[in-house]
């Protein structure tokens, strides 16, 4: 899936077909008045856009108008359980009908990653307004093409929002604000943890059928129809890297946003980074790292570093106390979540430590963002995003940064742990939790002496033009960009 001449051709080709129609928006793209009806489309919905589904419903002056998915089994149970509660949608199985639908103001997408950008390119240039699951990419390069469409799209009224709930979320909203007046000194590192159980997706002798009930075409876009080697068609595609990121792109940005957020929300991506992890604990059809670890340097700013885990505490036991637990002095990190380290304490979600692991202070209202669709629903009534956290830039530089360690875990060679502990030797947290990691590791029988880890590249990085460049540059900037097939290319906005 490396990115050839042949696919800039497809995109400018795309760029021509669709440029023409895109000039100005369609005649029903128009603010919606104060007593009308938002009406929005969910595309996707097995399951992130269930949940999509039943936040429009509890909306007031919003009403779904249709729904839109691939599978028609998915489809006929959601439409049999609306009509239950009387409630009609139009339904479409090809995301690009229903994006044209003039009777749709809005739609919401929680589809497989690979096809988030496709999607919402394709909503904007149909004068849709648009709200995006995370990852809202699923590499670097269209990431940024979502952005600048977005901002064309915006002077014509229309809002692109990232799925992300947390920066809708009051608990950590007055967190940040209490680190940024410095009440526990200077931000010193930022940390995000994703510790979830991932039990082996399986090993399957040949390529599978897909389901009868999914148009797999239509499935795989914007990637061409290739083989199915997985069991469960569903779900774990997201360990196989044409269509996910691995978890540190599918957990991983709702951290790895907040670890920026802590940073004060640099404009631009970091300048140096690496990564390294591997696929430890079963042999299976999955690609991805289960367990992996990045860092990233920023110029200016405090580093940020990434800890995810799949396995369990110890000896590949899964039914008890799955999740292994870094502690801060005496005090238990989250298990999934944040750690934002000062000079004078941490805070780690919901509560500020000092340094001695005294708690010090609380913060209230930390329900995950309950909000997020609303907030998107009162910027799609105002013609524009009522705040600023919500842009789907954010969205952007948190999906770029789990992508920037995928590019270098991708490029890894196979190295002992002291190469590892090398490449970081300059940061002191990292070393802690190195040791932590891959103690973890041995705990689940795993023997670091012959299961090497994939020990990825310090990579360059220009966050201005956001290529790599330096000793990696070719092979990385490859991986940052992928093929499209024909007839699914991303359409722009001009």
């Known amino acids: 899936m490396n ?9 400018m080709r795309g760029t021509l077909a669709g440029a023409a129609g895109l000039a100005t928006l369609p005649a029903w793209a128009k603010p919606i008045g104060a007593n009308g009806d938002v009406r929005v489309a969910v595309i996707g919905f097995k399951s992130r856009g269930n949940g999509h589904i039943s936040s429009l419903l509890k909306i007031p002056g919003v009403r779904l108008a249709a729904l839109c998915d691939v599978d028609s089994e998915v489809m006929d149970k959601k439409v049999a359980e609306l009509a239950k509660k009387d409630i009609k949608v139009k339904q479409y199985k090809d995301f690009r009908e229903c994006c044209a639908d003039p009777d749709i103001d809005a739609i919401t997408i929680a589809t497989p990653n690979h096809s988030h950008t496709l999607i919402a390119l394709t909503g904007l240039a149909n004068g849709k307004h648009v709200y995006v699951e995370k990852p809202v990419s699923h590499n670097i390069w269209e990431g940024r093409k979502l952005v600048e469409a977005a901002a064309i799209a915006a002077k014509k009224g229309l809002v692109t929002q990232h799925g992300m709930q947390r920066r809708s979320d009051l608990g950590w909203a007055a967190a940040m604000e209490w680190v940024k007046a410095g009440h526990i000194g200077k931000v010193t590192l930022s940390r995000g943890i994703n510790f979830k159980a991932r039990q082996s997706i399986g090993k399957v002798d040949a390529p599978v059928a897909p389901p009868a009930t999914v148009d797999y075409k239509l499935w795989s876009a914007p990637r061409t129809e290739l083989p199915v080697n997985r069991a469960k068609f569903h779900y774990d595609w997201h360990w196989q890297w044409a269509y996910g990121n691995g978890d540190i792109g599918n957990q991983g940005p709702h951290q790895l946003d907040v670890a920026r957020w802590a940073l004060g929300n640099p404009d631009k991506l970091p300048v140096r980074l690496m990564s390294f992890g591997g696929r430890w604990g079963y042999d299976d059809d999955g690609q991805t790292a289960n367990n992996q670890m990045a860092y990233y340097d920023y110029p200016g700013n405090a580093p940020l570093l990434f800890d995810n885990r799949g396995l369990p ?12 637990v870094f502690r801060i002095g005496k005090t238990s990190a989250p298990r999934i979540g944040n750690v934002i380290h000062c000079e004078g304490g941490f805070v780690a979600e919901s509560k500020a430590y000092d340094n001695d692991g005294k708690a010090i202070e609380k913060f209230d209202n930390f329900q995950d963002g309950p909000d997020h ?14 705040k600023d956290v919500l842009h789907v830039a954010h969205g952007h530089h948190a999906a770029a940064l789990a992508h920037l360690a995928n590019v270098s875990y991708r490029l890894g060679k196979k190295l002992g742990t002291s190469e590892v502990k090398e490449r970081l030797s300059a940061s002191k947290p990292a070393q802690e939790t190195l040791s932590d990691f891959f103690a973890n590791l041995e705990a689940n029988q795993v023997d670091l002496s012959k299961d ?3 020990v990825g590249p310090w990579l360059e990085f220009d966050p201005e033009s956001e290529k790599f460049v330096g000793e990696f540059a070719d092979e990385a900037n490859k991986i940052a960009m992928e093929e499209y097939a ?9």
Request: proline share 9%; no cysteine.
């Open 452 to 454: 090497l880890p994939a």
């Open 313 to 324: 505490m110890k000896d590949m036991n899964w039914t008890k106390g799955f999740e292994p």
């Open 486 to 494: 024909s007839g699914f290319e991303l359409p722009v906005i001009s």
């Open 373 to 386: 669709m609303l907030n998107f629903i009162e910027s799609v009534r105002a013609g524009k995003i009522t």
């Open 3 to 11: 990115p050839t001449n042949t696919s800039r051709r497809a995109f």
